[in-house]
């Protein structure tokens, strides 16, 4: 099974190649890093070409799609690439030795098709939830010193002290927040000197968002999803992922329905 890497970016380019080659004269480039490490050694690029030929990939084809891609590697300055070769039809026994041979990836549309299938479903694909627009926004940050994070729970607190929220709720919010902060510290206390927070109170619920920003030079190590299972015990919704400016982390808690007033 092929563990694909932390992809940060997708884009379609062209490359040299006859208008009427039925290989192809686009690729698919997407950059990404391996293992979690955000280094020039965990870096990679993956290359996916289409052939739209409605007859077999031959040891030919295969062969002049392997040498673009090394070319394109070249000309991009890729150190590490993986091929990726998909076509219409199928491949015959002298193609698929030359993919093994050469590690490129092979599927035919059909292939493509189930995979498709099997990431999205019967359904019309991944739909976006809609965006909550809030109604209140507070932003401030915490230094990484001894403490700190008593100030954003402090914060939490004075934010929540006029919602429709059940104790109970509020408690939990504040102990994975306090949670999270302390991680955050852990994880980032040698490459930053604070955390940014913002509380946003939106028509249902309360987000927490915590965020660093490390800088682009340097190792940047993504951090496992510290205790997620037990955050998630405690929250509504958690959400950790990387941005373009280091990492963020979303806590999340669904407001309480507003109290009946005795008539």
Known sequence: ????????SVELRPINAPQADNI????ILARGY??????PSGEVAWLVGYSPSSESMGLDE???????CQLFAREESLVRTNCWIITKEKFNQ????????????????NQLNELKQRVYGNGKGIQKAPVDSAKDSYEMSIPMSADSELVAVRALEQITESLEMEEKSKSQLRMALLEACIHFKESFSDQLDKIHLIFSLLPNRLDVHLKVHLPLSGLRILPDAFG???L??????VQYCE???????????FLSSPKNESV
């Not at 192809?24 to 690729?27: E, F, G, K, P, S």
């Not at 998630?232 to 919704?237: G, R």
């Not at 373009?244 to 806590?251: K, V």
Request: glycine share 2%; aromatic share 8%.
């Open 1 to 8: 099974m092929v563990q694909l890497p932390q992809f940060l």
């Open 24 to 27: 192809c004269n686009q690729l």
């Open 34 to 39: 391996d293992a979690r490490i955000l280094s």
């Open 62 to 68: 295969i062969t002049r799609f392997h040498e673009r």
């Open 94 to 109: 002298a193609a698929l030795s030359y993919a093994t041979e050469s590690m490129i990836y092979t599927s035919n549309i």
């Open 228 to 230: 997620s299972r037990i």
């Open 232 to 237: 998630k015990t405690l929250l509504d919704d």
């Open 243 to 253: 941005t373009s400016q280091g990492f963020e982390l979303t806590l999340s808690k």
